[in-house]
């Protein structure tokens, strides 16, 4: 979402004539967006804006803003300790930045706007036009969380949950297509939480699904309680919809989930994943996984593992719990550091065994890739994602971006896919 929103504050920063540019120590105004979710994240702003000090230390000193959820939870802390920072923003005020800019160019005060006024904010963004052209861009339809895990600062950084008008996303999403863009993933810190005037996310889905130049749909992240009856429908009915879906569970223990105030149980999980099996024959399953959250015993710990043994995730996320400023867990008592370093190791190795099976069965197997850009330093090689967006690099004279092809899969290294060309999917289905 931070990418989305970062392309986003371009979009409104160009309307008083700030472009992006590449070359940063020649910038005017330098934006930091934040990420706050894990680890020393306010420590990683200071040092930031040490490494943009350094970086102007001969030249005009640059307007510095520290944007999203850093900002928003520690935003007072950041102006009070450097004044070399000019303002914070939280993520759901970044739609006054303009005022800020050019206040800043008059007046040199120093900024703090951390409401939330999401509502303001897409009002804005409505009228600004996403230029974003990627081949795969994010559309932004939901964002904040009431859920409260409590391990989480999502609630409290990017504040309540809020749906964008429906049909003011379709717009966008009409824009991005017009743009260029062939997948849209539709984003959101509970974007199956959806839920406008009636409309749900399943509702998008389905419009999407009637638009002619789209050719795949994603949404990211759901939460298993809102994993509900008409998006099983829709996993069954929309061919543009990706059969990969990032189901974060956290952890494998009910114990855990308990404590962690999760609102599912295991016993969940595995009804919503044998549903959408039978929706869905083809779909496949990312996670999340915290390791070591506070009371995690061994026994809970091995149904972590046992839960990725039975599901076999073809990607997971997992980290070692981070206390975070604020929220009910950071009173826990934390696991021990070295025992949580040896659960992350044991659990990481496992999850990459289970990858590497996966990709092992991927040899010599046909799949569909759509394009998204040529390689910087390869002759004619092409990067595209499979439907389980996995990267696939083939080689092609013909410009292949921006085009879904079928590919036989020949090789693999630890990031990457190797295939070669069969024919032209489009023309298949013309
Ligand atoms: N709304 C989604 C997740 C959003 S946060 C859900 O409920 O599943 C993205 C991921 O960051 C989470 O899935 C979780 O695994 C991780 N995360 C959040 N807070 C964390 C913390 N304090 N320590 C470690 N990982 C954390
Ligand atoms: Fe955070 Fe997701 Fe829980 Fe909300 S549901 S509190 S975003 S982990």
Redesign the pocket.
């Known amino acids: 979402m931070n990418e989305y929103d970062s392309n986003r504050i371009f979009d409104i920063t160009k309307k008083i004539d700030y472009f992006p540019t590449t070359k940063k120590s020649e910038a005017d105004c330098y934006i930091i967006n934040t990420c706050h979710?894990?680890e020393k994240a306010t420590e990683k702003v200071f040092h930031d804006v040490g490494r943009v000090k350094k970086e102007f230390k001969n030249k005009k000193k640059p307007i510095l803003i520290i944007t999203g959820c850093v900002a928003q939870a520690e935003g007072d802390l950041i102006l009070k300790k450097d004044r070399y920072v000019d303002a914070v923003i939280g993520p759901q005020s970044y739609h006054s930045i303009n005022k800020v800019i050019k206040d800043i160019e008059n007046k040199k005060e120093q900024y703090e706007i951390t409401n939330f006024e999401t509502i303001k904010k897409f009002d804005e963004l409505k009228l600004t036009h996403n230029n974003n052209s990627n081949v795969s861009s994010f559309l932004t339809i939901q964002e904040g969380?009431d859920?409260f895990?409590k391990?989480?600062?999502?609630p409290y950084t990017r504040g309540p949950e809020h749906s964008r008008n429906f049909h003011e996303i379709l717009n966008e999403a009409d824009r991005l297509i017009s743009n260029g863009s062939k997948e849209l993933i539709l984003l959101g810190?509970?974007v199956n939480a959806y839920n406008n005037n009636n409309k749900f996310l399943s509702d998008i889905i389905y419009a999407l699904e009637k638009k002619k130049d789209l050719l795949r749909v994603r949404y990211y992240?759901?939460?298993?309680k809102d994993m509900t009856k008409d998006l099983f429908e829709a996993h069954k009915d929309c061919t543009k919809l990706m059969p990969l879906l990032h189901?974060?569970?956290?952890s494998g223990s009910d114990v855990i989930l308990k404590s962690m105030n999760?609102k599912h149980t295991i016993k969940d999980y595995f009804e919503i994943i044998n549903t959408l099996k039978e929706k869905n024959p083809k779909i496949k399953f990312a996670s999340?996984?915290?390791i070591a959250y506070p009371g995690e015993r061994d026994d809970d710990f091995k149904k972590s593992c046992e839960l990725m043994k039975r599901v076999k995730f073809i990607n997971s996320?997992?980290?070692?719990?981070?206390?975070?400023p604020g929220?009910p867990?950071c009173e826990m008592e934390m696991i021990d550091e070295k025992l949580a370093k040896k659960r992350l190791f044991v659990f990481q190795n496992l999850a990459e065994k289970i990858k590497l099976n996966y990709k092992k069965k991927l040899l010599n197997q046909k799949v569909k890739v759509l394009f998204e850009n040529k390689m910087k330093d390869e002759k004619d090689k092409y990067f595209g994602r499979d439907e389980y967006q996995n990267p696939v690099i083939v080689h092609s004279k013909e410009n292949i971006i921006r085009k879904e092809k079928r590919v036989l899969i020949k090789n693999f290294s630890q990031h990457t896919i190797y295939g070669e060309l069969i024919d032209n999917v489009n023309h298949l289905a013309a």
């Open positions: 979710i894990r969380c859920k895990c391990f989480c600062v999502v810190q509970n992240t759901s939460h298993p189901l974060p569970v956290q999760r999340d996984f915290i996320y997992s980290f070692i719990y981070s206390p975070r929220t867990a």
